[in-house]
Structure formats: C-alpha cells, structure tokens
C-alpha cells in the first residue's frame, strides 16, 4: 500500500491529508485542507425516525466531518495547550469528535480531580463528544505514582461518571446505543452512511495478569507479587468478561452495518495492538483474529482508531490467516502526549473517497 504524504501549512496548524478509498483501498494525500466540508448538523442515530432519515440521507449526499483525538493532557505543557487544542476542534463544523482514550498520563494520581477536569474538558467541546477510556484512568491507577488505587474501583467511576446516560458527552449530544448495563462505556451509532462503533479495549495487555521473565507474577510497578505484597497487574475475571463483551459488540457491529446497508465502518478504542515500543501485547490476539474474520467478510472499508502510542500514523498492520494484509482494513493512530491536535475525518460515502484524514497539530 503506498502512502503519499503532503504537508499543508495552516495558519494555527500542520495539516497532512490523506484518503481512504472503498475499493480497492490506497491512501493519497489530499490536494487541500479542505475546512468547508463537513455538516453542522449535531444530530444522529435513528431515535426520532422521520427527521433522522432526513439527516442520513443529507448526511449521505453531502458528507459530514468529524474528530479524532485523545492521549491529552498528560503535563503541564499539556494542560496549558489544552485550550488551544478545544478551540482548534471547536473552529471547525464538525459533526461529533471520538476522545480514544488517556485522559491523563500514566504516572499522575488517579483522584477524582482527574475526572472531573475530563469532564470540564468535554463539556468544553462544541460538538457531541464521544470517549472510549484508556489506560491511564483505570488499568494503570494500581501504580505507586498514580496512588495504588483499585483498578476496578476505577472503571466503576468512570461508568458511572461519563456512561450513565444514553447521550454522548459535549455542549452538544448524540444518541448512542449502549451494549448492556454492565458494559455502557461500548457504544454504537450511524450516521451519512457509516457505522460507528467504540470499544474498552485498553493498554498494558488489556489488563491481563502479567508476570516476569520467570513466570512469576508482577504488580503494576514491575516488582515481584511475593516482594512487593500488592496486587498482581492485571485481573482475570475482569479481562475474561470485557474481552468477551467486546467481541460481541465488534461481531453486532458488524451485523448492524450490515442491516443498515453502511459504506463504511469505524472502530475506535485505545489500545494499540501492535506496538513496537516493548509493551506487552499477547492478549490482544482474540481481537485482531476476530477483526481480521470481520473485516474479511465485508468489502465495506473499515478504519480502526487508537491512541496509546502518541505518534500520529496510517497503516495496515492486519493481516488474514495467511499472513496478507486486508486491503479493505486502515488503521489510524491519533497524536498525544507532547504532540498536541487532533484528527479531521471528512467523510462522504457516496464519493469514491470514503474517509480522508487531516492531521491538526496544534502548536503549543
């Protein structure tokens, strides 16, 4: 697959553009920055039937704009870019952003506070917000740096804080459909033709018990359960019953595309499952066979979403059981940590060019 990359200098931002097409799937830069094509509409889903189906078919023919972003704020540098990063989103007509997850860095405690700026920030965007979570606000709060807290403990807060309604975040909302009670935080909405789907699927191997080169188990900080007297790093049971959830929800998604006749599909979580960077990645192996099975049933193009690994990349790094690359497949990594922006997604599923990315960095 080639890739061709243009720069275009913004007055506030470094866009580069670059196109997904249905088939068959190469990437190319886009020729513009194109600020004007997206719809302003802040409506979705299928809730009030009539004027719904008004927005789809609009949504269809004229194509609509979305965001990216997530792995923000994780300093002081972070949080002071921050608003430039909002007013940067909000600058745009954008149907809804997707928040992939971090909202605060590994190493920062895991109080209430941190929540509670998440919130603000959200409540700050224009357009409706949706938010998958990451690492960093559940799995890793069992880290001395980030105050030993209980992971579980952790997930049950963010539930109740940002997945208690059937509504996405923002100034502005959606309606999503939820899972079920027990997983709220995996949602699923269309709208012009595509089909959104998020799912908790977080780093540090997706929260299974890790253990040393030995095979003993580890805490969070790397030190020997037996040593340290803390909690091993990772739980079974609460890895064994997401994983299974999001399987399904990723196979109904499927199905509901499917049902709704969509041109494209988008799946969004944090985790990245390919990492190059020395994390362990084992237990995402049931999720990759089970997109690669998805994904090689349809010829709709389907874009994976992630954070974790805070360098803004497009690939394809799927591969059948064969070990080929799905040319329907496109995975997008979005900027964080110390390179602040978001991603533009312009997208039309009447045009050949289903998805075209826009990188949005914002100088700090």
Known sequence: MTVRRTTLVAVASVAVGITLFAAPLTASAATTADRGNGNSSHESGDSNQGESHDHEQSDRQAGFSIGLWGDQPYSDAGLAALPKVIASINAQPLAFTIFDGDIKSGSSPCVDAQYDQAASTFAQISWPSVYTPGDNEWTDCDRKKAGYWDPNERLAKIRTM???????????????????????????????????????????????????????????????????????????????????????????????????????????????????????????????????????????????????????????????????????????????????????????????????????????
């Open 162 to 364: 940002f997945f208690a309604t059937e509504r996405s975040l923002g100034a502005t909302t959606i309606e999503l459909e939820r899972q079920n009670a027990q997983f709220p935080e995996n949602a699923r909405w269309s709208k012009g033709g595509v089909t959104f789907i998020t799912i908790n699927t977080p780093g540090t191997d997706n929260n299974y018990p890790q253990v040393d080169g030995s095979g003993a188990p580890i805490d969070a900080d790397g030190a020997k359960t037996a040593d340290s007297g803390k909690p091993q790093n990772g739980d079974l049971a609460e890895y064994t019953a997401r994983n299974a959830a999001n399987l399904a929800w990723l196979e109904a998604g499927f199905r509901d595309a499917q049902r709704r006749g969509s041109k494209g599909i988008m799946i969004v979580q944090q985790a990245d499952m390919w990492a190059t960077n020395g994390d362990v990645i084992t237990h995402y192996a049931d999720e990759k066979a089970k997109l690669a099975q998805l994904v090689a049933s349809t010829k709709r193009p389907v874009v994976l979403v992630n954070g974790d690994s805070h360098g803004y990349l497009l690939d394809n790094p799927l591969l059948d059981g064969n070990g080929a690359q799905l040319p329907n497949f496109q995975r997008l990594i979005t900027d964080g940590e110390t390179a602040f922006g978001w991603t533009k997604v312009d997208i039309n599923a009447n045009n050949k060019q289903v998805f075209t990315f826009t990188r949005q960095v914002v100088a700090p």
